[in-house]
């Protein structure tokens, strides 16, 4: 399974164990959307392309 992890914020240490407790055993990709232009053509093509989305506040 593939996961896209999408962080709205820099992540905590919390939220980089939860990821990679979620991620284990799986394929798993990271988008920022804290950067100054998120590229969100890129974004919808990685969450067309994954199995699973999650968004992290």
């Known amino acids: 399974m593939k996961i896209l992890h999408v962080y709205r914020s820099q992540p905590d240490e919390v939220v980089q164990k ?15 959307l804290a950067v100054d232009a998120p ?16 968004c992290w506040w």
């Open 39 to 54: 590229d969100y053509d890129r974004l919808v093509d990685m969450v067309m392309d994954a199995d699973k989305a999650i």
């Open 18 to 32: 939860l990821a990679a407790i979620v991620s284990e055993g799986h394929t798993a990709e990271s988008f920022d």
